[in-house]
């Protein structure tokens, strides 16, 4: 199965099926996770490592949805700044999310370092630009509410991709990787802990018998004791529906004839914005960019969206190949912070994560944390910031 039909990402010509022997017979788990993303393979091999027997299922193969789509990465500051979190929600609610992106990142890395995962891991560092004085202003916003999370963001003249800009923000130790060589060796590990992983199989409803939670899926019913749905949408009619959009997302791999690959982050202040970033891959540099978001149901035409991504980057590089192109779906929630936690009208043990936009790398991974406390533990220091049962009162 590719990714949108016939366009893959620069990430899924290498790493397309996990290759696990088919499975005669699902036997009763723990925990069935439903997506196996960063958010489903984080989580189960997360909880198998605490002591759970669980199975992973996915409808198509692994890292088939946003996270094989994603320009990858690893940032402490997200597409919904920490100003509007505050305006909404309180400093509080700023600080603990900024808390959060940290010890997603620390995960990160601590898994690479555990599990000595070759992924091109690179640290960067993240520069913000404005090109107008209305792209400005949105910038000082951002300035202001990242020191007020403890985020510092230094001023600097120099735009590191030598784009034109009013100002320019420089971040530290932000970070990218190529995700499913990093989701790759997770999943092993989930194997080998004793995890089971089941792909081309999708679940679509379930039921509670006596406690017991039945799973209808593709190949047969599962049974367990939680259920968690990491696969970007809720099953059914679910209330959260409501509450998310589906985007497009469009992104490329170039090559530049001059060969200047800077070795950084960037986004600029449009809405939707543009990011970049170079990457090498087997001693190939590239650069990466992404922009050009359309809501999934308005868009009739994606050539119109690439040409339009494509025109963008022709004012600022010289571009000698597109080798890649490809589109992701992502799901943006009402007031930009995600979904993570119960999901709403249903069983106590059903779980969900959704809602991350375009920052799935590091929210896929907070997601993990969250649901893995709240099983383990019966809380999360998170669990209210990105409670779905916010909607019901607001």
């Known amino acids: 199965m590719e990714r949108g039909g016939h366009l893959e990402s620069i990430w899924q010509t290498e790493v397309k099926h996990y290759g696990q022997e088919n499975i005669n017979s699902i ?23 605490k002591g759970f027997k669980c199975i992973l299922v996915e409808a198509g193969n692994m890292g088939y949805g946003s996270t094989g789509g994603s320009t990858a990465h690893i940032n402490n500051y997200f597409e919904t700044p920490y100003y509007k979190v505050i305006k909404t929600y309180g400093l509080d609610s700023g600080k603990l999310l900024a808390k959060a992106a940290r010890e ?34 949105e910038l000082q916003n951002i300035i202001e509410g990242n020191h007020l999370v ?16 009013v100002r320019v923000i420089e971040i530290h130790n932000q970070a990218q ?37 039945v799973a209808d899926s593709s190949k047969g019913p ?6 968690i749905y990491a696969n970007n949408t809720p099953p059914g009619d679910s209330i959260l529906n409501k509450y998310i959009t589906p985007y497009i997302r469009f992104a490329m791999a170039l090559k530049l004839k001059n060969g200047y690959y800077p070795e950084a982050m960037a986004y600029d202040m449009f809405e939707p914005h543009h990011s970049y970033r170079s990457h090498t891959l087997d001693e190939n540099d590239f650069l990466i ?12 035409n994606s ?11 022709k004012l600022y590089f010289d571009i000698e190949e597109i080798v890649y192109k490809w589109k992701t779906k992502l799901y943006k929630s009402k007031d930009g912070l995600p979904y993570i936690g119960y999901l709403p009208g249903n069983h106590q043990n059903v779980f969900c994560a959704i809602g991350y936009g375009g920052d799935d790398i590091i929210l896929g991974t907070v997601a993990a ?11 999360s220091k998170y669990e209210q910031l990105f409670s779905p049962e916010r909607i019901l009162k607001h």
């Open 27 to 49: 036997p009763d788990s723990d925990i069935l996770i439903v997506g196996a993303g960063i958010t489903g393979i984080t989580t189960a091999l997360m909880l198998q490592k």
């Open 104 to 137: 997603a990142s620390d995960i990160i890395k601590d898994n690479i370092n555990i599990y000595q995962i070759y992924c091109d891991y690179a640290i960067r560092n993240g520069y913000l630009f404005s090109l107008d004085e209305r792209q400005d202003d």
């Open 150 to 165: 403890g985020i510092d963001a230094i001023e600097t003249n120099t735009n590191p991709f030598r784009i034109p800009s």
């Open 177 to 213: 990787f190529h995700p499913l060589r990093y989701l790759r060796i997770l999943l092993k590990e989930f194997v080998h802990s004793g995890g089971m992983f089941l792909e081309n199989c999708s679940v679509t409803s379930s039921i509670v018998e006596n406690t017991i939670i």
């Open 222 to 227: 599962i049974n367990c004791k939680y259920l």
């Open 289 to 300: 960019a992404g922009g050009e978001d359309n809501i999934a149901d308005s868009l009739n």
């Open 303 to 313: 050539n119109k969206s690439f040409e339009k991504l494509y025109k963008n980057l």
């Open 369 to 379: 944390i969250v649901i893995c406390d709240i099983i383990t533990s019966g809380n």
